[in-house]
């Protein structure tokens, strides 16, 4: 592992099986998911449209798909494939725990909160599968999820070697699109264990980099994280929808995919919250797959698998909300925001995985960002 924060040693076992498992994902979306992309294409759409006399939208090619054999069982393998991937990691990690707990040496600062109260909209479902979620702790000073969650991620190749590829990859579209910006201090909402807050300590060297999350295990982490890279990141146990950050604070406020994981109520606060922080003239982008609108329908209904079993309830709502309607409605200026526009037509080189039994070499769905200047 090149990942300097990954304090989990692999058996040649475990490693080969984790690898096993990533291969399992990389035949789904290399083999399976075109084989059923082939038949939608080539027998369900025509045959819809002679039928109706117009194509299939999404949820037409839903019902069609689950009509077919070869949709089924790619969805089931990726749910099991999703199971397998949290239950070999936490093997892995349950041999050396507690010894692989994180230490507390380095330049990187953590504050949490005793009294924070986790929102429902994640306590009421073990988001992406992961048994107890992200926030549930299992001894005092816990770190475990945050551990399993980088273990996977880095094992599996998403997002490069060190998994910063997405966060590298926007604040190179900040620094493209907004070169006049000078960026002082910056805010990454919905950290998790800090992959993609790391690539902003290097893109804005001499900027304050703030980082929030609401789970502890995770921030636990993603402070040794931070340590082990030398890195000098500000984890804070906050919620989005309101923090105790002053008003006017942030030059550039950001977000890597973590949206869709809020709710309806909560993604119009994150908005009004990021207004309030940045200062005139800042800048707020956030990240995440492509509205459904701007898919084609093969690759939305499949999009919206997470929503239906992948325990991540909110996906198909965010994604077909107009995110700069959005923007707007939470106090921005029209003239000012922007919709989903691509962030980069390839994530970056270090986002290609050498290992064809590892996961696909690039996710170009996850490469588009919206946001606004304040």
């Known amino acids: 592992m090149k990942n300097p ?24 979306g ?9 038949i939608a294409d080539e027998h369900l759409t025509p045959a819809f449209r002679k039928k109706t006399g117009h194509n299939p939208d999404r949820r037409d090619l839903r019902k069609l798909a689950e ?23 936490g ?9 692989a707990t994180p230490t507390n040496r380095g330049s990187a600062t953590l504050r949490l909160d005793p009294m924070m109260q986790t929102p429902r909209y994640l306590t009421a479902v073990d988001i992406h599968c992961m048994p ?19 273990h996977v991620i880095v094992s599996n190749g998403y997002k490069g070697d060190d998994a910063a590829g997405v966060g590298g990859a926007l604040a190179a579209f900040v620094k493209r699109n907004f070169p ?33 999350d609401v789970a502890a295990p995770c921030l636990r982490y993603a402070k040794a994280r931070a340590d082990a890279a030398n890195a000098a990141v500000h984890f804070s146990q906050q919620n989005a929808e309101g923090t105790d950050f002053k008003a006017g604070s942030f030059d550039l406020i950001v977000s890597t995919i973590t949206l869709h994981e809020t709710s309806n109520k909560a993604i119009r606060n994150i908005y009004r919250e990021c207004r309030r922080l ?3 003239g800042g800048v707020m982008v956030h990240c995440e797959s492509q509205q459904y609108f701007a ?18 309830p909110f996906m198909e709502t965010m994604h077909e909300m107009e995110l700069k309607s959005l923007a707007v409605e939470c106090g921005f200026d029209a003239t000012k925001s922007f919709p989903q526009v691509p962030m980069l037509s390839t994530l970056a080189p270090d986002m290609a995985v050498a290992d064809p039994g590892r996961a696909p070499k690039t996710y170009p769905e996850i490469l588009y960002v919206a946001g606004a200047v304040r």
């Open 91 to 99: 093997d892995t990690l349950k041999r050396q725990w507690p010894t």
């Open 180 to 212: 006049d910006l000078r960026v002082r201090r910056v805010l990454d909402v919905g950290c998790t264990v800090g992959h993609s807050t790391l690539a902003y300590t290097h893109a804005f060297p001499n900027a304050e980099i703030q980082a929030i």
């Open 278 to 280: 940045l200062r005139p």
């Open 5 to 28: 924060g990954l304090m989990i040693d692999e058996s040649h076992d475990e490693g080969a099986r984790m690898r096993f498992v990533a291969g399992i994902r990389g035949y789904i």
């Open 30 to 38: 290399g083999t399976m998911m075109p084989g059923a992309r082939a």
């Open 295 to 312: 898919k084609a329908p093969f690759d939305a209904q499949w999009h919206r698998w997470g929503a239906h079993f992948n325990a991540e």
């Open 132 to 150: 107890g979620n992200y926030h549930s702790e299992l001894t005092d000073n816990d770190a475990f999820a945050g551990a399993l969650y980088d």
């Open 67 to 89: 009509g077919t054999a070869l949709y089924p069982w790619t969805s089931a393998l990726r749910r099991t494939q999703q199971e397998m991937m949290w239950d070999t990691s």
